[in-house]
């Protein structure tokens, strides 16, 4: 069901956000979507505590002008410096291993993310 609405958001205009709590399950949800979308115009970024300071920084930079559509990623995503040109759609994935504040502050990075 998520990639559903993630891929309705990016096709829609928009960047979206997956955020998950372990290093392992991002880049799992990374691999599998990496697959599922494989012959869509949908551009992936993974990005965890783990990213190089090298990758970190292209990532960020093709957020922040929207050359990527989807970020998946741990709380590395909530992390100052982590802007967006167009959020709209934020996805928790097992939010209650976050905080209240940690699910707002990526929230607070879109436009209206639902």
Do not use: W
């Amino acid at each position: 069901v998520a990639a559903i609405v993630l891929y309705a958001a990016v096709t829609a205009g928009f960047q979206a956000a997956l955020m998950v709590p372990t290093e392992v399950l991002a880049e799992q949800h990374f691999a599998k979507l990496t697959k599922l979308f494989k012959d869509f115009p949908v551009k992936l970024g993974l990005l965890t505590g783990s990213t190089s300071t090298k990758r970190r920084r292209e990532l960020l930079s093709e957020l922040r002008d929207g050359r990527l559509n989807l970020i998946i990623g741990t709380h590395a995503l909530i992390q100052k410096g982590v802007d967006s040109h167009a959020l709209g759609l934020v996805v928790i994935d097992e939010q209650h291993r976050f905080g209240v504040n940690q699910r707002k502050i990526l929230q607070e990075k879109g436009q209206k993310p639902d």
